[in-house]
């Protein structure tokens, strides 16, 4: 089985440029999952899609991130402009369900870096 | 909102030894479940074991168990037989049983496996 697959892997910006990352999630999986790992820190959820409809978006910071997820499949999180404090690892991840002991499985992971 | 707690920023094991991680919450939430994922150097999060608050039973997953107590809020993970592959960081999460069953991690704790 598949895992979860994202792309790019790293990412090099400056300051006030716009980025784009993609999240394909495991065959199946109707819930998907985007966080941001600060050096440091563990993942902070940023929003959560329940097929194509947004579930929890309540730490995203909307002024510069958006994400979406047509046909409720794979997604797409973007931020526009990005500053210096966005430099962090952007985690996908994805469920069959959102409760019990049904786990989340993780992507490798976008390391952003903003100079 | 929900709180976890893990107090030790890094802990060091000899190989074959076992080592206890530790994990806190604090939450009124009646219905909740606990995560422990692990996270090498590559960055990938591993799920490792699960323990819902109405299971009867600490959980176990191989060399991995979960010392459940639930009236002091600890959810401490205890690998037996450490070995060098186990050096990484450690998650733990906290997951309410409503709402968008969202995760919450904490800091994490880097363990080192000494030969």
């Known amino acids: 089985e598949a895992g979860v697959a994202q792309s790019p892997r790293y990412k090099i910006i400056e300051k006030r440029q716009s980025v784009a990352f993609w999240c394909n999630p495991i065959s199946g999986h109707a819930t998907l999952y985007w966080y941001q790992q600060i050096l440091g820190q563990g993942p902070k959820l940023l929003i959560q899609?329940?097929?194509?409809?947004?579930?929890?978006d309540s730490q995203l910071p909307k002024d510069r991130f958006s994400a979406e997820r047509l046909k409720g499949v794979d997604s797409t999180l973007k931020i526009q402009p990005a500053k210096l404090e966005d430099s962090a690892v952007y985690l996908c991840a994805s469920s069959f369900r959102t409760s019990g002991r049904y786990e989340q499985f993780f992507g490798p992971g976008t390391r952003l870096t903003v100079l | 909102a929900q709180k976890i707690t893990q107090t030790q920023p890094g802990m060091f094991v000899q190989e074959k030894e076992a080592v206890t991680l530790d994990c806190t919450y604090d939450?009124?939430?009646?219905?909740?479940?606990l995560f422990w994922y692990k996270q090498p150097s590559s960055g990938e999060m591993i799920f490792l074991i699960y323990q819902g608050s109405y299971d009867q039973q600490n959980a176990t997953e191989g060399r991995y168990s979960l010392n459940f107590q639930k009236a002091r809020k600890s959810a401490n993970l205890v690998i037996s037989a450490s070995q060098l592959g186990d050096s990484a960081m450690y998650f733990c999460a906290f997951r309410s049983g409503a709402g968008s069953y969202q995760l919450t991690f904490g800091k994490g704790t880097k363990l080192s496996v000494i030969p």
């Open positions: 939450t009124s939430d009646p219905s909740y479940g």
């Open positions: 899609f329940q097929n194509n409809g947004v579930v929890d």
